[in-house]
């Protein structure tokens, strides 16, 4: 049985729609890991990016929470 894709909570997700993206929790996205096919940025439903790799060095980039808006507050 083929390994089972991630499920969307697992990943960091970026949606401004129509475009959609779907990293590893360390930001990388590479859709041809085993298991991370799901990986990607998606804009109308179209992958148009499979790898993606960014490193800071010495460390690796990684998503962080967004910080809260003040305009939902209210």
Do not use: I, K
């Amino acid at each position: 049985m083929p390994p089972r894709q991630p499920l969307l909570h697992d990943l960091e997700v970026t949606l401004a729609a129509p475009t959609v993206v779907l990293a590893a929790p360390d930001g990388d996205l590479d859709a041809s890991a085993p298991g991370a096919g799901v990986q990607g940025v998606f804009h109308a439903d179209m992958r148009v990016v499979s790898l993606l790799r960014v490193t800071v060095a010495p460390v690796p980039a990684r998503a962080a929470e967004p910080a809260p808006d003040p305009a939902w507050e209210r």
